[in-house]
């Protein structure tokens, strides 16, 4: 089984989308590496962190900023209907804060834990 495959397997465990018989081969795989261990267990970390972060609210809804429009455009008669689609639409601005700075952090380790993890396999697979 590739490196890619296990990591596949590894991925889908944490999201709950493997099959009993997929779930036992990987707990084999695991319990007899240590480094696939290690791997795993970091992979189970970050997942858990992940699951943990606050809800993102964006700053204003789309759809209420809309909607009243549509509403209004459909109770009027069609001779008058015909402005409204040449109305201009609000512009929206990408609002950038601090706010991501959690989850920017978490992902920027999960790239670290998975190059090392990486790393390791590949040294692994060198020594064999």
């Known amino acids: 089984m590739t490196n890619e495959e296990i990591f596949e397997l590894m991925q889908r465990d944490l999201d709950g989308d493997l099959l009993e018989s997929e779930q036992q081969l990987l707990h084999r795989l695991i319990q007899k590496d240590a480094d696939l261990q290690l791997m795993y267990n970091r992979l189970k970390d970050v997942s858990q962190q992940l ?3 606050p809800p993102v609210v964006p700053p204003f809804s789309i759809v209420d900023s809309i909607l009243p429009k549509l509403e209004s455009a459909a109770a009027k008669p069609a001779a008058v209907k015909s402005t409204v689609n040449e109305e201009i639409l ?26 090392r993890s990486k790393k390791s396999i590949r040294s692994r697979t060198e020594r064999t």
Do not use: D, G, Q
Request: proline content about 7%; charged content about 15%.
């Open 90 to 115: 609000p512009t929206l601005e990408v609002k950038r804060e601090t706010s991501s700075l959690p989850a920017y952090w978490l992902a920027c380790c999960f790239l670290v834990v998975m190059v």
């Open 51 to 53: 699951e943990h972060l």
